[in-house]
């Protein structure tokens, strides 16, 4: 564990590190003497004989902490956001770092709303995989993206192409297509009779919808923020520990959800039973939120798929 002299000793490394490497990107850096104001250092940028001055704040997690918060911030004062005001994060066990404006910032970070870091900011960019450490989608943009920091570009309308471009790249990358299948007749309405109206894709479709947002439990109505949805992992952090979670897609949410079409009834007890052992509440919670399921909270929780005809 870090002590008090080693943290003050690493951030400052830190400091230095991320400054070198804005100075080795060409950057005018000058560094402020009393870091009373959330600003670290500030960049000196002149272009076509015009001067603009950024405010950078820079934060660090050190290799000793918890893998699960290598890449989380807590308890952060985002200070009168603005434009030229920008953040640069670093894990020091992800090697990587991440350049957010403040104000996508305060956007994308979850604001504490109780307690004594009331009004202030917590965000966290990556989780530990097999491999190492992934950075969420939402937060790609923002990871090793120095560039953002560049005073190049002065058509709005380009920058904004330019910024778009690779997430339009993604998106059609990953399209689906759907296979072209021949029926017959008695096939298309049997086929026809069998549908619900949630597949397995609006299902998903419906549960994505969460993402970004702050949900509660149903019986003790605990927040906790989806971060990330996707087919293979829903990632949640529950407010009063601020701890990652992860749920299998396919094994905790999906399976409940089949069998609550399927039965037309599921309760908390069965979701923990048989889907879910660790995150029984979280699962309920967010089966609530489909549109076709309702539920009870008293005396024990039960969710109801209301079917359609």
Request: charged share 25%.
């Amino acid at each position: 564990m870090l002590t008090h002299r080693s943290r003050a000793s690493f951030g400052k490394r830190q400091e230095f590190l991320a400054i070198a490497e804005l100075l080795q990107r060409g950057h005018d850096v000058y560094m402020k003497l009393v870091d009373d104001q959330q600003i670290d250092c500030v960049v000196r940028q002149e272009s076509n004989g015009e001067l603009r001055y950024l405010d950078i704040q820079i934060k660090a997690r050190s290799k000793d902490c918890d893998p699960q918060n290598a890449g989380r911030f807590a308890a952060m004062d985002i200070p009168f956001p603005r434009e030229n005001y920008y953040f640069i994060f670093y894990s020091e066990q992800a090697q990587a770092y991440w350049i957010v404006p403040s104000l996508e910032l305060v956007k994308e970070a979850n604001q504490n709303k109780l307690g004594l870091n009331r009004g202030k900011y917590s965000i966290n960019f990556c989780i530990p995989t097999k491999s190492g450490f992934t950075t969420l989608a939402r937060f790609m943009k923002y990871q090793n993206a120095f560039d953002i920091l560049d005073w190049t570009v002065t058509n709005p309308v380009l920058t904004s192409q330019i910024m778009l471009s690779p997430i339009k790249q993604v998106v059609e990358q990953t399209k689906i297509v759907a296979p072209q299948i021949e029926l017959t007749k008695s096939e298309e309405k049997s086929t026809v009779q069998r549908l619900r109206p949630e597949t397995t894709w609006s299902c998903f479709a419906e549960i994505k919808k969460t993402e970004g947002t702050t949900l509660k439990t149903l019986k003790e109505e605990k927040k906790f923020d989806v971060d990330e949805v996707s087919q293979k992992v829903i990632i949640i952090t529950p407010h009063h520990n601020h701890i990652q979670r992860q749920i299998n897609y396919d094994k905790e949410f999906k399976q409940a959800y089949d069998y609550l079409m399927s039965n037309g009834t599921i309760s908390r007890v069965e979701i923990q039973a048989k889907y879910s052992p660790r995150n029984p509440a979280y699962v309920a919670a967010l089966l609530a939120q489909l549109p076709s399921v309702t539920y009870i909270s008293n005396p024990r929780i039960k969710l109801f798929y209301r079917r359609h005809d």
